[in-house]
């Protein structure tokens, strides 16, 4: 069983919608959960990093953790065609990754305008 | 500028042959890390360091080696006991205190 699920995509949606990407894990003792989104050919880019269960926002972006399901959520609010890229999932049982981060694969969101 | 600096941006390797990829920051990170992007994979960590001249092996760490020798340099080799070195290699960094991480631009490594 994997450690991180995350549907590749891609996922499809005009612009102005709202998105809704998921992560599931098995890995109860991760506590650091963290957004990213990936450009091509380039570095990923931190969205969102939150600790533990609850919401957290941050302009058109809003992270939701639920540790009891085991399941995390990134919703964009009013999304536009810059949003188009790869959005990783990745979570940590210490703070900041100190022993590194398990990553899902990755969704492909793309935005038509 | 500040951030954490990978170079080169693209990198070819004979057969049998070592490369060593550069990652340099200048945010005054304490940790610092090795990732392999694989296509339509997620990151897997290949090793990291939490202090100077002290690193750990992470999931995939055969065939590769560190150093951590000054605080703002991690490079990474790839050996030629890598027998699938072609990938995208991402570095990043992190401060104390729970901070997140943050990533260079990556090297794309290929065979020729």
């Known amino acids: 069983q994997k450690e991180v699920e995350q549907d590749p995509g891609p996922l499809s949606v005009p612009e102005g919608a709202i998105v809704s990407l998921n992560c599931t894990y098995s890995?109860?003792?991760?506590?650091?959960f963290m957004w990213y989104r990936q450009y091509s050919r380039k570095g990923p880019e931190l969205l969102m990093y939150t600790y533990s269960s609850g919401n957290k926002e941050d302009g058109r972006f809003t992270a939701q953790v639920d540790k009891s399901s085991k399941y995390i959520s990134l919703f964009i609010r009013d999304s536009q065609p810059s949003d188009s890229a790869t959005y990783l999932c990745?979570?940590?049982?210490?703070?900041?990754?100190?022993?590194?981060?398990?990553f899902g694969k990755g969704t492909h969101l793309i935005i038509q305008p | 500028d500040g951030g954490i600096t990978q170079s080169p941006k693209y990198l070819f390797r004979k057969e049998g042959q070592n490369v060593t990829l550069s990652c340099e920051q200048n945010?005054?990170?304490?940790?610092m890390y090795w990732y392999r992007q694989d296509p339509g994979q997620g990151l897997r960590l290949i090793y990291y360091s939490q202090i100077v001249n002290d690193f750990q092996k992470g999931d995939i760490a055969e065939g590769y080696s560190v150093s951590r020798e000054k605080k703002e340099s991690f490079p990474l080799t790839v050996t030629s006991a890598q027998k699938n070195p072609t990938a995208f290699y991402l570095c990043?960094?992190?401060?104390?205190?729970?901070?997140?991480?943050?990533f260079g631009d990556g090297t794309r490594l290929s065979i020729l």
């Open positions: 890995n109860s003792a991760f506590q650091y």
């Open positions: 990745a979570m940590s049982e210490r703070g900041g990754g100190a022993d590194g981060l398990t």
């Open positions: 990043a960094g992190a401060g104390t205190g729970g901070q997140p991480q943050h």
């Open positions: 945010l005054n990170h304490d940790a």
